[in-house]
């Protein structure tokens, strides 16, 4: 089965333009994350969809992200304008509905995005 | 709030074994993951626990105490591939992952 891709791997970007992410989830896995790691920080929930609907955007630092996912296939986190605190590694996970025991209880992560704002 | 605390590198030689701590403070606790990543690569999964006790599976295991706030993984016949870092998380509320910064594992010949 193909797992979780992100797109691209790497992004440098200068202050105040926009850039998008994108993830892709394992095929018929409802529910999709947004994670992110600044650098020497953990890793922190940005937000959680499940299918098309968002089920928790708690951890979106602010107004400056906005995340879709049409359809409920792929999702993007688009960054606007990009500030310098902004830069650090973006990761997607997806899992089925409802994390069973099992297998990776659901979760699969992609590489991660690596965003530079300068 | 979330608090989950592990630390941040360990050494250790090949061949031998190592335990790498996590203490959490956590609400709405539902289970505790440990991920393997290796530098620009995804975090892949190694072990969950969401009862007390001990989960062995090859060469690493994890252990749980949920009165405790404490888990370890510990990982035997050290492989110098077993360089990496290691995340404990744990699931708390709707499903959604809490991460330590994680431990950095150098393995030495």
């Known amino acids: 089965e193909a797992g979780v891709t992100q797109f691209p791997s790497h992004s440098v970007i200068e202050k105040g333009q926009t850039v998008t992410l994108r993830c892709d989830p394992i095929?018929?896995?409802?529910?999709l994350y947004w994670y992110r790691r600044v650098m020497g920080k953990e890793i922190k929930f940005l937000l959680h969809?499940?299918?098309?609907?968002?089920?928790?955007e708690s951890g979106m630092p602010n107004n400056r992200f906005l995340a879709e996912r049409t359809g409920g296939t792929y999702s993007t986190l688009k960054v606007q304008p990009a500030e310098l605190e902004d830069s650090g590694v973006y990761f997607c996970?997806?899992?089925?509905?409802?994390?069973?025991?099992?297998?990776?209880?659901?979760?699969?992560f992609g590489s991660g995005t690596r965003l530079t704002v300068v | 709030g979330q608090n989950i605390d592990q630390p941040t590198e360990m050494t250790a030689t090949e061949g031998a074994i190592v335990q790498i701590n996590c203490t959490y403070q956590?609400?709405?606790?539902?289970?505790l993951f440990w991920y393997q990543q290796h530098a620009g690569e995804a975090p892949t999964f190694l072990s969950y626990?969401?009862?007390?006790g001990l989960e062995e599976k090859g060469r690493f295991s994890s252990f749980l105490s949920r009165s405790k706030g404490y888990s370890y993984l510990l990982l035997k016949e050290l492989q110098m591939k077993d360089s990496a870092s290691y995340l404990c998380?744990?699931?708390?509320?709707?499903?959604?992952?809490?991460f330590g910064t994680g431990t950095r594992l150098t393995v030495i010949p």
């Open positions: 998380a744990v699931r708390a509320g709707a499903n959604n992952l809490f």
């Open positions: 095929s018929g896995h409802d529910n």
């Open positions: 626990n969401v009862l007390d």
């Open positions: 969809f499940v299918k098309e609907s968002k089920q928790d």
């Open positions: 956590t609400s709405g606790f539902n289970g």
């Open positions: 996970a997806s899992s089925q509905v409802g994390p069973r025991y099992g297998g990776s209880y659901g979760y699969t």
